[in-house]
């Protein structure tokens, strides 16, 4: 529904140029999806958090090989008669599923904003590489996320590097 906004916007914009100035309009494209996933604030937005939840992700991976060996020794004893330590052994291995499923959540959930929250600055920062570009090279228009894009038009690259070159 945006896309077609945006190309309803952009039609009437160009329609309510002459022909003489319509040919000195300078249009580019952008596409955000491309900035988030190569370019080098992305990249190292990415490297950040894994290493943030690098230790969680170890914790989690400890509960869950615990409760594999658990679930091993029910397998292993098959159809023995219960005692006081299969009973012991099923209440652990209940409360091991109970707490991984929790972890796993709140893992999902701390990441999803972790990650909202880079992606927010590396946006932030490529809006500003391409209004600098925008102005430098005096474009009029710079569209991001287009159904259709002309290679002619795409300053992608020119984005990405702009945000490589940043300190």
């Given at each position: 529904?945006?896309?077609?906004?945006?190309?309803?916007?952009?039609?009437?914009?160009?329609?309510?140029?002459?022909?003489?100035?319509?040919?000195?309009?300078?249009?580019?494209?952008?596409?955000?999806?491309?900035?988030?996933?190569?370019?080098?604030?992305?990249?190292?937005?990415?490297?950040?958090?894994?290493?943030?939840?690098?230790?969680?992700?170890?914790?989690?991976?400890?509960?869950?090989?615990?409760?594999?060996?658990?679930?091993m020794y029910f397998d292993k004893e098959g159809l023995?008669?219960?005692?006081?330590?299969?009973?012991?052994?099923?209440?652990?291995?209940?409360?091991?599923?109970?707490?991984?499923?929790?972890?796993?959540?709140?893992?999902?959930?701390?990441?999803?904003?972790?990650?909202?929250?880079?992606?927010?600055?590396?946006?932030?920062?490529?809006?500003?590489?391409?209004?600098?570009?925008?102005?430098?090279?005096?474009?009029?228009?710079?569209?991001?996320?287009?159904?259709?894009?002309?290679?002619?038009?795409?300053?992608?690259?020119?984005?990405?590097?702009?945000?490589?070159?940043?300190?």
């Open positions: 529904m945006k896309n077609i906004l945006q190309m309803i916007a952009f039609s009437l914009f160009v329609s309510t140029f002459s022909a003489g100035y319509a040919s000195d309009f300078r249009i580019g494209v952008v596409d955000t999806e491309r900035i988030l996933r190569e370019s080098t604030p992305a990249v190292q937005a990415e490297k950040k958090i894994e290493k943030e939840f690098e230790q969680r992700d170890l914790e989690m991976k400890k509960v869950a090989k615990q409760a594999k060996e658990i679930q023995t008669p219960v005692d006081a330590e299969h009973r012991s052994k099923e209440r652990e291995l209940a409360n091991l599923n109970v707490n991984l499923q929790r972890m796993q959540r709140e893992f999902r959930e701390d990441l999803n904003l972790r990650k909202n929250e880079e992606l927010a600055l590396v946006l932030a920062r490529a809006n500003k590489a391409i209004k600098a570009i925008a102005e430098q090279e005096k474009f009029d228009l710079v569209l991001q996320e287009a159904v259709y894009r002309n290679p002619k038009i795409d300053i992608t690259d020119k984005v990405l590097q702009f945000l490589a070159a940043e300190k």
